[in-house]
């Protein structure tokens, strides 16, 4: 028998959020998501959610990713009720971007169109942004037949596996991430900022200290420097919160990177970091970055009606290859500038 939003509600009036939910960690050894499950057989996800907004808070800042299964109308159709239940419901969109997506509507969008074969690495969402999400959401409307994975990784942990010497240089002067569009690779200035007018892109780079020159056949190239480490606002903890090492021309991966290399050269690469000061960030800093990442990633395989909540200050997160359809939604909610 299914149990609609409004028997949830009934039912809790003699029964806690807790008693209704199994919360298990999905691993043993460190840091690992949590996976909450119902003890009730057509337990509706986001009416559930919304009688237990408190429970919700402290399991996140337990476990600083959640992954909800099993429980009735979880799909992606259901998100933005979802949403609405477990954050302040303030939605940011996706402008400023770095890859393609595809807009669903209400602040709802499909991941990274990226192609199968390739990974993306980890990272944390919007770290080159004034202002990121703290909430991330991802749901699961078509699970891969094979790979696909949302590979996860504690960024406090990452963070405590970098040498003295790379986070010192680092917190000194932050990094720098350069874009450079409309030389026929990468995403074009309209795409990214969601608009057709110079006038408009350039309001949005004053706005959001994004310092930006235009050259010949429309051509935009944009430089922001922003902090490598922040301090979690909630938990207090360092976090390793960039995209110093995902940007870095070292990090482009496939057969493209010797191509644009040939066609562009090294300075006209459509992405690149260096450290804030204009400094080049060394390939072998990169490599520690990358691998403290590795070392800490943490692997779950997705079912179809899945939906993760991640702590985005806490928890970087990436994708791997997969075979066969794969669609995952995403959302970003509550937005927070240091």
């Known amino acids: 028998m299914k149990i609609a939003?409004?028997?949830?509600?009934?039912?809790?009036?003699?029964?806690?959020?807790?008693?209704?939910i199994d919360c298990r960690t999905m691993g043993e050894e460190g840091w690992w998501p949590a996976m909450v499950t119902p003890k009730v057989?057509?337990?509706?996800?986001?009416?559930?959610?919304?009688?237990?907004?408190?429970?919700s808070r402290d399991l996140l800042a337990r476990h600083k990713a959640l992954l909800f299964r099993g429980f009735d109308r979880q799909s992606a159709a259901q998100l933005s009720d979802f949403v609405?239940?477990?954050?302040?419901?303030?939605?940011?969109?996706?402008?400023?971007?770095?890859t393609p997506r595809e807009a669903l509507g209400n602040k709802l969008y499909t991941s990274t169109s990226y192609p199968a074969d390739r990974?993306?690495?980890l990272h944390n969402e919007g770290t080159y942004w004034r202002e990121w999400p703290m909430k991330l959401y991802f749901a699961c409307e078509t699970a891969a037949a094979g790979g696909g994975e949302t590979p996860l990784a504690n960024v406090a942990s990452v963070f405590g596996r970098l040498s003295k010497e790379t986070v010192e240089r680092f917190e000194r002067s932050g990094f720098t991430l350069i874009r450079r569009f409309n030389d026929g690779f990468g995403l074009p200035w309209q795409e990214v900022f969601q608009t057709d007018d110079r006038v408009a892109v350039e309001h949005f780079c004053a706005a959001n200290d994004i310092a930006f020159s235009w050259g010949p056949d429309d051509r935009l190239a944009t430089r922001q420097t922003r902090p490598a480490i922040r301090r979690h606002p909630v938990s207090g903890e360092p976090v390793w919160f960039n995209h110093?090492?995902?940007?870095?021309?070292?990090?482009?991966?496939?057969?493209?990177?010797?191509?644009?290399?040939?066609?562009?050269?090294?300075?006209?690469?459509?992405?690149?970091?260096?450290?804030?000061?204009?400094?080049?960030?060394?390939?072998?800093?990169?490599?520690?970055?990358?691998?403290?990442?590795?070392?800490?990633?943490?692997?779950?395989?997705?079912q179809d009606g899945d939906i993760l909540l991640v702590d985005n200050m806490s928890v970087a997160h990436g994708r791997q290859p997969f075979s066969g359809s794969r669609r995952v939604l995403v959302a970003m909610a509550e937005p927070y500038h240091e």
């Open 5 to 20: 939003p409004g028997a949830v509600k009934r039912r809790a009036v003699g029964t806690s959020a807790a008693d209704l």
């Open 41 to 55: 057989p057509g337990l509706d996800l986001p009416g559930w959610a919304a009688m237990s907004k408190s429970l």
């Open 84 to 98: 609405a239940a477990t954050s302040d419901n303030t939605l940011l969109d996706y402008r400023d971007r770095t």
């Open 119 to 121: 990974r993306i690495e």
């Open 244 to 302: 110093a090492a995902f940007f870095h021309v070292s990090s482009y991966a496939g057969p493209d990177r010797d191509a644009l290399e040939a066609e562009l050269g090294t300075d006209r690469m459509p992405y690149a970091t260096t450290f804030g000061d204009g400094a080049e960030i060394p390939t072998d800093t990169v490599r520690e970055v990358l691998d403290a990442y590795h070392a800490e990633e943490r692997h779950f395989t997705w």
